[in-house]
């Protein structure tokens, strides 16, 4: 877990340190779930239908047909498509802001494939099958990865004393050395609470 101090503003505070804890993320989740789902979908239809329209006959203005699954118009690229925006987002959800930066490249890329899909008709550049609900399907995980790219993380914010912290930032093997060139010997010690002298027994 990552600490960052900052001083507080309150002057009357001057003496106190402020620590921000990072907590759980909240962009996480909804990528692995997001990508996992794309994965699945993307894997499941390309079984249904692998055929990859030539892509220097198709496009961009190729007009392709698909095979029905689940609903959905798919072919071999709305699959790959499907594949790896999911493997992406899955990539991305090790961390808070990679899972933030995913989500908005993922969204944004499934948002531009349905609004293309809209003007085209029946395709995404005469590439990637879509009818009307593989359209709605992109254009509704776009949207949620957009939103998702914009989710915090949540912090939690304590306050230790500026003495406590120094002392507990400080090296242990300096500790040692401070506590070594001390001018106090270890014949010098006394019992804790006994205020007699020490005698010293010479030999005659």
């Not at 990859?52 to 198709?58: A, T």
């Not at 090790?94 to 899909?117: D, E, P, R, T, Y």
């Not at 120094?166 to 804790?192: H, I, K, L, W």
């Amino acid at each position: 877990m990552l600490l960052r101090r900052r001083r507080t503003a309150d002057p009357v505070a001057d003496d106190r340190e402020v620590i921000v804890e990072h907590g759980p993320s909240l962009a996480k989740g909804p990528a692995l779930i997001a990508g996992s789902i794309l994965v699945a979908f993307g894997l499941a239809s390309l079984l249904k239908n692998n055929d990859f329209p030539s892509f220097s006959s198709s496009f961009p203005d190729g007009e392709v047909q698909g095979t029905n699954f689940l609903g959905f118009e798919v072919n071999g690229w709305t699959a790959f498509f499907s594949i790896t925006a999911g493997a992406l987002l899955l990539f991305g959800a090790a961390q808070h802001h990679l899972a933030k930066m995913m989500s908005l490249l993922v969204g944004l890329a499934l948002a531009a494939c349905a609004v293309i899909a809209v003007i085209d008709g029946q395709d995404v550049l005469g590439l990637a099958a879509a009818n009307f609900w593989t359209k709605l399907g992109f254009a509704v995980a776009g949207g949620v990865l957009l939103v998702n790219a914009l989710m915090p993380r949540k912090t939690r914010r304590r306050e230790v004393g500026t003495a406590t912290a120094a002392e507990s930032d400080e090296p242990r093997f300096n500790r040692d050395e401070r506590d070594a060139e001390s001018p106090t010997t270890a014949g010098d010690r006394r019992p804790v609470g006994t205020d007699a002298p020490t005698t010293t027994h010479r030999r005659p």
